[in-house]
């Protein structure tokens, strides 16, 4: 599993920054709603910019298992992250590793997501009508409370899996947030823009480097 993901790249331009800033991850937006959106058509050059020095992940939200195969397949690429309510039989049917993304206020229980089969859980700030990207920040505190470090259990006798932190982060806050919280990785989108959907060069590498440092001082090693 990655350790820092740069969300909603809309270009294969804004994607081989993120590459070359060192971000072991690239999310592509298929959800039509969002305005980070891309049309699966256009996407090719998004990937390919990509290319094997990081993972591309697609992003879906409240899509069919059939749809989802039949994008990654189409562009290959290998990652799924899911920010709906996609029920857990739906996802058991998709054959890529899954990042479920999971809106939280209040409370951080995942009981609810015990039989839910993914890789990794992605933990979000909710916000009404919203399925990420919204920049609202959670409480680390209560985070590092909660899960106790990088892996979190679900489930009495569930295996640890890995968890993101998302939700407001920026590069001033990205190192503060590791060091408290404890996630095992870190996600970003509005945190590293200019515009929507354009990343900002100075930022990005600015977020890769804060973000390598604060787990570097954390002691979450890969």
């Given amino acids: 599993m990655f350790r820092i993901k740069v969300c909603g790249v809309t270009s294969p331009g804004d994607a081989a920054l993120a590459v070359e800033a060192g971000a072991d991850a690239v999310g592509i937006n298929f959800f039509r709603e969002s305005i980070r959106y891309v049309p699966p058509t256009s996407a090719a050059p998004i990937v390919k910019a990509v290319g094997k020095r990081a993972t591309a992940v697609a992003v879906f939200v409240n899509e069919t298992p059939e749809r989802i195969a039949a994008v990654c397949g189409e562009l290959g690429i290998g990652v799924v992250q899911l920010s709906g309510r996609e029920p857990a039989d739906s996802a058991a049917r998709i054959r890529y590793p899954v990042i479920k993304a999971v809106r939280v206020e209040g409370g951080f229980g995942l009981?609810?997501?015990r039989d839910y089969s993914c890789s990794a859980f992605l933990i979000d700030a909710a916000v009404p009508g919203k399925y990420g990207g919204t920049g609202h920040t959670l409480d680390w505190e209560a985070l590092e409370r909660t899960f106790g470090g990088p892996f979190v259990r679900v489930?009495?006798?569930?295996?640890g899996r890995p968890w993101l932190l998302a939700g407001?982060?920026?590069p001033e806050n990205v190192a503060e947030a590791i060091r408290t919280a404890r996630p095992f990785g870190v996600d970003v989108a509005s945190g590293v823009e200019e515009a929507p959907g354009k990343k900002d060069p100075g930022k990005v590498k600015s977020f890769v480097?804060?973000?390598r440092e604060g787990f570097g001082v954390a002691g979450i090693g890969k």
Avoid: P, Q, V
């Fill in 168 to 170: 407001g982060l920026t």
């Fill in 155 to 159: 489930g009495r006798g569930g295996s």
């Fill in 111 to 113: 009981e609810s997501f």
């Fill in 209 to 211: 480097d804060n973000a």
